[in-house]
């Protein structure tokens, strides 16, 4: 079944408590659980684009050798997969995690128990958070709908579900004094290394968490409690992928995102004062409807501009007026913030500054995790274990060029 929503757009902490460095309460299944044999399995030998050598994404894990030797470890243990977009793998660590990626990454790491009977609602992720809740984490989440569960994670849940695990295990003592539970549990992630203490205070929890950061948690928290890692079973994973044989997608398709402005006009009012005067907010432009799009499956949008440096306008011919947006490159992250995993770049406007410019916006684009397609370029995403093509095409400049259109 496919479900396509139209939508139209215009444009911490103290730390109190005690860290225990070996006792271990929290009964943990650490032999291999046959119910999950079937979701470890991973191809050894993928050669994903965006994590070789010198050029892993997000960048800042090509100056961290530890964090990469995490994320190869998760890989090993088929913990995390990547997906095929055309004949190439990518990881895409750079996008959100949703809070089912991360209950049922954190209910592998911890090798709890699921048990498949827990399936008969057709949500496949269910058994995975029951084995949670069982073991007394995120039990705030018991009344947490389908639609919960398919929203971003925050970096605040994430480290608050590992310092329930940390408290459980007894690597933690909570210090309940005039704090709140959450505090505690967060201190324990803190206090045990979950989050770096350096940066702790500097750390937006309150921030959706990037994909690469909850992989990061999960294998510190396995690390702390000297956890086995996983073993993949069979070379050819099939990831995690429903049990019933129905499977709906939902896909949103919202209009023209015109990311900046065109120089002849006044500053004043411009995208870029808007955005300024938001205190450079990424999140402020799809603010009103952000809630629909991270509860998709599929965000697309049209591209009508460029995100480039460069000021050499393309010739567009002698009649006018003719229109030229640029915005910032760092405006990829509005689409990022927005929850857009996929963009149309076939339009009247992509090619405002050229083909350099051209170019640049599809690399910025891509540093973000967002998918183009169009100008003959085809995009491709698998989303539930199925493969979904993206095409675009120009109907704009054809009606522009007097070509006689079928129909």
Same mark, same amino acid.
């Given at each position: 079944m496919l479900k396509i929503k139209y939508l139209s757009l215009v444009i911490l902490i103290v730390m109190l408590g005690v860290?225990?460095?070996?006792?271990?309460?929290?009964?943990?299944?650490?032999?291999?659980?046959?119910?999950?044999?079937?979701?470890?399995n991973h191809p050894e030998s993928m050669n994903y684009i965006d994590?070789?050598?010198?050029?892993?994404?997000?960048?800042?894990?090509n100056h961290s050798p530890e964090s990469r030797q995490m994320i190869d470890s998760a890989l090993q243990q088929g913990l995390i997969r990547g997906y095929k977009k055309g004949e190439l793998f990518y990881l895409n660590l750079s996008r959100n995690m949703s809070r089912?990626?991360?209950?049922?990454?954190?209910?592998?790491?911890?090798?709890?128990?699921?048990?498949?009977?827990?399936?008969?609602?057709s949500s496949w992720y269910i058994p995975y958070i029951k084995s949670l809740h069982?073991?007394?984490? =995120?039990?705030?989440?018991? +009344?947490? *709908? &389908?639609?919960?569960?398919?929203?971003?994670?925050? $970096?605040?849940e994430a480290a608050r579900w590992a310092g329930q695990a940390l408290i459980r295990a007894g690597k933690y003592i909570s210090n309940p004094v005039n704090k709140q539970k959450s505090d505690n549990e967060?201190?324990?992630?803190? =206090?045990?290394?979950?989050? +770096?203490? *350096? &940066?702790?205070?500097?750390?937006?929890?309150?921030? $959706?968490?990037?994909?690469?950061?909850?992989?990061l948690l999960a294998m510190r928290l396995q690390k702390i409690l000297q956890l086995p890692p996983r073993q993949p079973q069979k070379p050819d994973w099939s990831g995690y992928l429903p049990q019933n044989t129905g499977r709906e997608i939902t896909i949103s398709a919202v209009g023209d995102c015109t990311m900046g402005y065109d120089t002849v006009f006044p500053a004043a009012g411009s995208f870029d004062d808007v955005f300024q005067k938001n205190g450079n907010d990424y999140s402020c432009f799809f603010a009103g409807v952000r809630q629909i799009l991270e509860n998709d499956d599929l965000s697309i949008a049209n591209m009508e501009g460029t995100l480039t440096d460069i000021n050499n306008r393309a010739y567009k011919g002698e009649k006018g007026p003719f229109y030229y947006f640029r915005g910032q490159p760092g405006y990829n992250k509005i689409l990022q913030e927005g929850s857009i995993e996929a963009v149309n770049m076939a339009n009247n406007h992509t090619y405002d500054f050229g083909v350099q410019g051209y170019n640049d916006t599809l690399r910025n684009l891509q540093k973000v995790g967002v998918t183009s397609f169009g100008n003959g370029k085809a995009g491709y995403m698998r989303i539930k274990g199925i493969d979904i093509g993206l095409l675009g095409y120009n109907v704009m400049s054809l009606m522009d060029e007097k070509t006689v259109l079928p129909g």
């Amino acid at each position: 079944m496919l479900k396509i929503k139209y939508l139209s757009l215009v444009i911490l902490i103290v730390m109190l408590g005690v860290y225990i460095p070996s006792k271990n309460n929290l009964e943990l299944n650490h032999e291999f659980c046959q119910a999950s044999e079937a979701d470890n399995n991973h191809p050894e030998s993928m050669n994903y684009i965006d994590w070789q050598l010198g050029k892993y994404q997000p960048d800042w894990l090509n100056h961290s050798p530890e964090s990469r030797q995490m994320i190869d470890s998760a890989l090993q243990q088929g913990l995390i997969r990547g997906y095929k977009k055309g004949e190439l793998f990518y990881l895409n660590l750079s996008r959100n995690m949703s809070r089912l990626e991360m209950a049922v990454l954190l209910s592998r790491v911890l090798l709890l128990d699921k048990n498949n009977e827990d399936n008969a609602d057709s949500s496949w992720y269910i058994p995975y958070i029951k084995s949670l809740h069982k073991a007394g984490i =995120a039990l705030e989440t018991m +009344n947490w *709908s &389908s639609s919960d569960w398919k929203r971003p994670v925050s $970096r605040g849940e994430a480290a608050r579900w590992a310092g329930q695990a940390l408290i459980r295990a007894g690597k933690y003592i909570s210090n309940p004094v005039n704090k709140q539970k959450s505090d505690n549990e967060i201190d324990g992630a803190v =206090a045990c290394g979950i989050i +770096n203490p *350096s &940066s702790a205070k500097q750390y937006a929890f309150d921030r $959706r968490a990037e994909f690469v950061e909850g992989v990061l948690l999960a294998m510190r928290l396995q690390k702390i409690l000297q956890l086995p890692p996983r073993q993949p079973q069979k070379p050819d994973w099939s990831g995690y992928l429903p049990q019933n044989t129905g499977r709906e997608i939902t896909i949103s398709a919202v209009g023209d995102c015109t990311m900046g402005y065109d120089t002849v006009f006044p500053a004043a009012g411009s995208f870029d004062d808007v955005f300024q005067k938001n205190g450079n907010d990424y999140s402020c432009f799809f603010a009103g409807v952000r809630q629909i799009l991270e509860n998709d499956d599929l965000s697309i949008a049209n591209m009508e501009g460029t995100l480039t440096d460069i000021n050499n306008r393309a010739y567009k011919g002698e009649k006018g007026p003719f229109y030229y947006f640029r915005g910032q490159p760092g405006y990829n992250k509005i689409l990022q913030e927005g929850s857009i995993e996929a963009v149309n770049m076939a339009n009247n406007h992509t090619y405002d500054f050229g083909v350099q410019g051209y170019n640049d916006t599809l690399r910025n684009l891509q540093k973000v995790g967002v998918t183009s397609f169009g100008n003959g370029k085809a995009g491709y995403m698998r989303i539930k274990g199925i493969d979904i093509g993206l095409l675009g095409y120009n109907v704009m400049s054809l009606m522009d060029e007097k070509t006689v259109l079928p129909g």
